[in-house]
């Protein structure tokens, strides 16, 4: 993968030249990025981008790096949006933007937002939505307060920090390397989860969803949260490991 990025040819070139020497330029090149690996430089920081749901993402050190998981997150509100015409979507804390461009990119008739407290984050984003021709608004602040007064949704959907602050994950792999406000809430993981899931009622219509990702043990206290504060019919999907992964409710 990385001599592909340093040569920018695909695989199929590299193998039919396999025996080609390389340039001490390419040569040299491939080395400083190789060492970076090798002390841990997640890849897609390397070469600069990351696939999700079959799209390729500008990724750097200002976003989280897009897990396979989170398209269950995405397919998840597909589904909640299946019927309605023209419906407005909400995506907080978008990062890299991938939720909301993926979703931008499968319903172009939905009215696409999405909010990050990060600047840099939005940055990201917008230039996503850019190269991929997706249509969304974007607005920087912390959760609901990012938000024009009036703005109502028929989906929420978010990939929050939830890990908790003390988790050692956190000194673990690609996690050193990403911003530590987009994996941890700085407390017990939960804490964004629930001020999401408290605000989130006065910004859906009547019959609207709230579709959150969590950690793979948070399922039970995320249900608990939602059903404690009004919404129906909740439901947690597994993701591919078989772990609990994307939990939500109708606002009824
Ligand atoms: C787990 S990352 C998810 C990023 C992206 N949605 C994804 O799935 O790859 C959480 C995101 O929430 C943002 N965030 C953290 N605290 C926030 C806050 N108080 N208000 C809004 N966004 C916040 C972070 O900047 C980060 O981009």
């Known amino acids: 993968m990385l001599l592909e990025f340093v040569l920018q040819k695909p695989r ?3 193998l039919a030249h396999e025996t080609d020497p390389l340039t001490p330029e390419i040569s040299a090149q491939f080395l400083t990025l190789a060492a970076q690996r090798r002390q841990g430089v997640p890849m897609a920081h390397l070469i600069g981008w990351r696939e999700f749901m079959g799209h390729r993402f500008e990724v750097n050190a200002a976003v989280l790096i897009p897990r396979p998981e989170t398209e269950l997150l995405v397919e998840v509100a597909l589904v909640s949006l299946a019927g309605l015409s023209t419906p407005a979507v909400l995506d907080m ?19 696409i937002t999405a909010t990050d407290v990060s600047e840099e984050a939005l940055a ?17 602040g912390s959760w609901f307060e990012a938000l024009p007064q009036e703005a109502n949704f028929n989906v929420i959907v978010s990939n929050p920090p939830y890990i908790a602050a003390n988790d050692d994950h956190l000194l673990q792999g690609d ?55 009004g919404f129906k019919t909740v439901q947690t999907h597994v993701d591919l490991a ?7 409710g109708v606002w009824a």
Request: proline share 3%.
């Open 124 to 140: 990201v984003a917008q230039r996503n939505a850019q190269a991929l021709s997706a249509r969304a608004q974007w607005w920087q």
């Open 12 to 14: 199929e070139w590299l």
């Open 242 to 248: 078989n772990l609990p992964r994307v939990t939500g």
């Open 93 to 111: 804390g978008t990062g890299s933007g991938i939720v909301a461009i993926s979703l931008a990119l499968a319903r172009p008739d939905a009215r």
């Open 175 to 229: 996690l050193r390397f990403e911003p530590v406000q987009a994996l941890t809430d700085g407390q017990d993981g939960l804490s964004a989860l629930q001020v999401i899931i408290q605000g989130a009622g006065s910004r859906l219509v009547s019959g609207g969803s709230l579709w959150l990702e969590h950690g793979y043990d948070q399922a039970e206290a995320v249900s608990q949260l939602l059903t404690l504060n």
